[in-house]
């Protein structure tokens, strides 16, 4: 009688553990995964610091910057500004596409980084949670690598004063 109640116990403790994971995982996902940070600069400038350290930084180039904006002007005449900036590091990606065990990251490539305008005027970037990801891939080679571009990025984002966090 006493272990079926144990067991009744731990299965249920199983449950709603994995159900209270599962929800916070949810409501957490979007902060987690993605970072928005206000920067104190106007949009011009911001993209133009941004363009600068990124082309500053050791073996980093931007590759395009895509006006969001003017592709989608059409279906959204009142948007604010939007520009993605593309780049890459050759050296990086030479690791990371060079082994068929982390060519799937070829996805995330090259990264990017939206610079854009909300409706109240702030401006604001958007980009991938660096930390995160390489905490997700630790112990890995994805996550040897991660870790060396989330160094970079940290000096890339420096005229804003980012560091990634897990939050």
């Given at each position: 009688m006493n272990?079926?109640?144990?067991?009744?116990?731990?299965?249920?403790?199983?449950?709603?553990?994995v159900f209270f994971g599962m929800a916070t995982f949810k409501f957490a996902a979007?902060?987690?995964?993605?970072?928005?940070?206000?920067?104190?600069?106007?949009f011009e400038k911001t993209l133009d610091?941004?363009?600068?350290?990124?082309?500053?930084?050791?073996?980093?180039?931007v590759v395009d910057v895509i006006d969001q904006q003017a592709a989608v002007i059409g279906y959204a005449p009142t948007m604010q500004k939007v520009k993605i900036?593309?780049?890459?590091?050759p050296e990086y990606a030479a690791k990371m596409l060079s082994n068929d065990a982390t060519k799937v990251m070829a996805v995330q490539m090259p990264l990017s980084i939206a610079v854009f305008e909300r409706n109240d005027?702030?401006?604001?970037?958007?980009?991938s949670n660096?930390?995160?990801?390489?905490?997700?891939?630790?112990?890995?080679?994805?996550?040897?690598?991660?870790?060396?571009?989330?160094?970079?990025?940290?000096?890339?984002?420096?005229?804003?004063?980012?560091r990634y966090s897990m939050f």
């Open positions: 272990k079926k109640i144990l067991f009744a116990g731990i299965a249920i403790g199983l449950v709603v553990g979007p902060t987690m995964l993605f970072k928005e940070v206000q920067v104190n600069y106007s610091l941004l363009v600068h350290n990124i082309n500053a930084q050791k073996g980093w180039q900036v593309k780049f890459c590091n005027g702030r401006i604001m970037l958007g980009l660096g930390y995160m990801m390489s905490r997700l891939f630790a112990g890995s080679a994805r996550g040897e690598i991660m870790q060396g571009v989330i160094k970079d990025m940290e000096q890339i984002l420096s005229f804003i004063n980012f």
